[in-house]
């Protein structure tokens, strides 16, 4: 078999894999990442490399091409293009060859599903989440837990929807919190893809002596049929248990899609509460992050503050597509990394985040000048790639604070090459 037989197969078997894989030579550069691991990440053809450099100096990867020690069942949640959480858990080993390291290699693998068709309750924080413990500062939230109490008060089913990492799922705990008389459990039925592992799920829960507060998380990810069944049951159990169901859009729209059964809203119809994306209340997300580091410092022995003035500045321009959800991963994956730091600066945080930010102050800000515009003649190539260079080397250089290593890291280049070019461009 010739070289090129041998390459071309290799490539059908990386594409073809059902797991994600993803390598880097010793360099740090991205010698093989397959189809699986960019549709993981989120991560197009069109921005990939930007996308993969980016967030070289943070990622596993780096980590393990560092310390050249490998990492097992690593869990990662992110967000993909669609704004959707994904559960990936990962196996990080350094290649090695004649006793030197040559590169290293992500195998990843979609645990979503796994982690979340699963009913369980909700203890987050080791406690139970009550309206009390839940940050609502904004308006929109305080409208919120008021109607979600009137809803526990008169023990009616009720319909939770807006974007995915909200929070419907403290909102719904909160109601059954609040419930008089109490109820003795609170389960949470995640409604995805297995519709038959959802319907015994929901039986097992029915068929219980004990009197449940049942929240079904995003109902309208099973099929109209499955939602006809789980009416039924609804229907047939409605005074012995509590009923919450969640939906991700406006359930009119869903109904007018064909997502969601109109039988099934009429059930919920009588209390349809909205809960409203972090970027619609931004006023709860410095309380949010207060209320994170008052447990954190009393389950460390912290002495960390808070957030620095630049810091919290840029939380609150950012549109948190992934909601308190996001938030709350990010202040995780800062808070794994500190020691004895007491502000959280801009250089703590995860570059994947900081480069996020830098694209939305390039988005928001005005177009630069050296882009091609109808009202000023075309320059040469030549001179355009010239200016379009030294931006994009300036903003780079910007985003890592003015370090020379990490930014020439980043870009793929040498700290000397780096060096040079930033030097032309000063002359």
Request: proline share 3%; glycine share 4%.
């Amino acid at each position: 078999m010739t070289e090129q037989a041998l390459s071309e197969m290799y490539k059908f078997i990386t594409d073809h894999v059902a797991i994600g894989i993803h390598a880097i030579d010793k360099n740090g550069q991205t010698i093989i990442i397959n189809s699986k691991m960019k549709e993981l990440k989120g991560i197009t053809d069109d921005d990939a490399q930007q996308k993969i450099m980016s967030s070289m100096n943070d990622s596993y990867l780096y980590h393990v091409l560092k310390t050249k020690k490998a990492m097992k069942n690593v869990k990662q949640t992110l967000w993909n293009q669609l704004g959707s959480e994904v559960v990936l858990r990962s196996d990080i080993t350094p290649i090695v060859a004649n006793e030197h390291l040559i590169g290293v290699i992500e195998f990843a693998q979609d645990i979503t599903e796994r982690e979340l068709l699963a009913y369980q309750p909700l203890r987050r924080y080791g406690q139970p989440l009550t309206f009390d413990i839940i940050t609502a500062v904004s308006p929109k939230m305080k409208t919120v837990i008021h109607r979600a109490r009137m809803v526990a008060l008169n023990r009616e089913p009720v319909l939770l929807y807006g974007e995915s990492g909200t929070g419907k799922d403290m909102v719904a705990e909160g109601i059954h919190h609040e419930l008089i008389p109490k109820n003795e459990q609170f389960i949470t039925l995640l409604c995805r893809h297995d519709e038959q592992a959802v319907l015994e799920q929901l039986i097992k829960v029915i068929d219980t002596k004990e009197q449940t507060t049942l929240f079904c998380d995003r109902i309208e990810y099973v099929s109209l049929d499955m939602q006809e069944k789980m009416l039924e049951l609804f229907h047939a159990h409605y005074t012995e248990h509590i009923f919450i169901a969640s939906v991700g859009e406006d359930p009119i729209e869903l109904i007018a899609k064909g997502q969601l059964l109109k039988e099934l809203y009429y059930f919920f119809a009588s209390v349809t509460i909205h809960v409203p994306s972090l970027s619609e209340r931004k006023e709860d997300i410095t309380p949010f992050v207060s209320d994170y580091f008052r447990r954190y410092r009393q389950d460390t022995g912290s002495k960390l503050k808070g957030l620095s003035e630049k810091v919290d500045m840029l939380f609150a321009q950012y549109d948190w597509p992934g909601n308190l959800k996001e938030l709350e991963v990010l202040l995780d994956t800062i808070t794994a990394s500190l020691s004895n730091e007491q502000m959280i600066e801009f250089d703590m945080l995860p570059v994947y985040f900081r480069w996020k930010m830098q694209n939305n102050k390039l988005e928001e800000a005005q177009k630069p000048q050296f882009l091609a515009d109808a009202s000023k003649d075309i320059q040469p190539l030549q001179s355009f790639m010239q200016e379009a260079e030294q931006y994009y080397l300036k903003n780079a250089l910007e985003m890592f604070e003015g370090n020379i290593s990490q930014t020439a890291k980043a870009l793929g280049l040498s700290r000397q090459s780096l060096q040079y070019r930033l030097k032309k461009f000063s002359e």
